[in-house]
Each structure stands twice: as structure tokens, then as C-alpha cells.
């Protein structure tokens, strides 16, 4: 059984187009998260949230827009998406607090031409 | 604000050889993650690390973290090709789970 999942795992599409990748996580916790990795490896935190409650925003622009239906559930919406999107988006979940493991999941491609 | 420095940024042995990667933290670690990436396979969580002079094993890796925590090391002993992948190392950021990650290491092993 896969613990975090996400779809679609690999999306292309044209600039100016708004696109959703939703996130499902298994595990029961409390605490879910996105994370940005650009062509250079880097990754890097876009969003948390706590029990559907947004808890870290990091500097990302407007056009990113994380949903979280329920504590099992967050999904990224991208407006009018920029050739500077085109990224892996991995999504990720953990019990609340520190010290405790963050599962991620196996990641979203995005293409943006 | 807190920077983790890995190195080396890249690296190819001969199968059955020995290797370390190295993650250098600008503050004090409280705690350490460590994952390897392979493609299409996402972050595979490997080893977390607390407290300081702390090391645990799995399989043929090894991870340990300096007394005064600020610097991880990664083993990796009779290295295999389904060793190969991008080895990330991740820090705590504040109390609110938040990891912040080195630049991550590419190994390559080849048979």
C-alpha cells in the first residue's frame, strides 16, 4: 500500500494553463506538506499544514495555491503556470512536531512548455 | 538561517568499494535526516539522527552525528549498483517539522 501518493506523476502542459496535483496520505498524521525540488536537486519547502490548517508559507508566489479538504487530503493548484514551474513537486506527510519522520511521496513531474 | 552543506556533490565507485558522504550544518543539528532518491521512486527515508555522537545502521549503511552536531556522515560499506541514486540530507527548521535539505549527493556504482 502506498503510505503518501500523488497524481498525476508526470504532467506537461502550456504555459498560461492552471493545473492541480492532488496528494493522499495514508499514514493518519496530522501534518502535511509541499515541497518544490528544482532542476538543481534542490529541494525545498513550499507549504504545511496541520490538520487543514496552514501552518508554514514559505515565500512562493501567489499563483500556488494549496488545498486541504482534510487532514488525509492536500492538493496544489497552480494558476497561469510559468515556464519556471517545471519542477518536481513532491508531497509529504508526518506526525505533528518535531523529531518525527517525514514520509514523502513519490513525486509529480511537471513540464511546463 | 540554517544552511546544510553536502559533499561531495557527486560521486562513481567500483562496485564492493567503501564510501562516505558528508552533510555540514552553519548550526547545531537537532534533528538529522537522511534520504536517498531514486527516479521515479520519490524520497526514501533511511535514518534519523538526535543526539549527538548518535549512529545507527541499516543494511550496509551507516549514518552517524558528530558530538556537537553539526556534521553527518553516510557509510556506505561493499557498495552495490542498488546503491546508486541522490542521498539527501534534511534538517529540522523550527518545531513545526519543517526539514531543510542540502544540495544532495549523485552516487554512481558501477558493476
Not at chain 1, 30 to 44: A, E, I, N, P, V
Not at chain 1, 75 to 102: M, Q, R, W
Not at chain 2, 23 to 45: H, M, N, P, R, V
Amino acid at each position: 500500500d502506498t503510505a503518501v501518493s500523488q497524481t498525476p506523476k508526470y504532467l506537461v502542459t502550456q504555459m498560461g494553463n492552471d493545473k492541480s496535483i492532488k496528494c493522499e496520505q495514508n499514514l493518519g498524521h496530522d501534518t502535511m506538506y509541499w515541497y518544490k525540488q528544482d532542476s538543481k536537486k534542490f529541494l525545498k519547502i513550499m507549504f504545511s499544514y496541520n490538520n487543514k490548517e496552514l501552518i508554514i508559507n514559505e515565500t512562493v508566489p501567489n499563483r500556488f495555491s494549496p488545498k486541504s479538504p482534510d487532514k488525509a487530503h492536500l492538493n496544489l493548484h497552480i494558476n497561469s503556470l510559468e515556464l519556471g514551474d517545471s519542477a518536481v513537486y513532491f508531497c509529504a506527510s508526518s506526525p505533528y512536531g518535531s523529531g518525527n519522520t517525514i514520509y514523502f511521496g513519490e513525486g509529480s513531474w511537471l513540464t511546463v512548455v | 538561517s540554517q544552511e546544510l552543506e553536502q559533499s561531495p556533490q557527486s560521486l562513481i565507485v567500483q562496485e564492493g568499494k567503501n564510501l562516505t558522504i558528508n552533510c555540514t550544518s552553519s548550526k547545531t543539528l537537532y534533528g538529522l535526516y537522511w534520504y536517498k532518491q531514486k527516479y521515479g521512486e520519490g524520497l526514501i527515508f533511511l535514518m534519523m539522527l538526535q543526539k549527538g555522537g548518535e549512529e545507527k545502521s541499516h543494511e550496509k549503511i551507516t549514518a552517524k552525528l558528530d558530538e556537537k552536531k553539526q556534521q553527518s556522515s553516510l557509510h556506505i560499506t561493499a557498495s552495490q549498483p542498488s546503491h546508486a541514486g541522490i542521498y539527501l540530507c534534511g534538517a529540522e527548521s523550527g518545531n513545526t517539522g519543517k526539514l531543510i535539505f542540502g544540495q544532495g549527493t549523485t552516487l554512481q556504482v558501477k558493476p
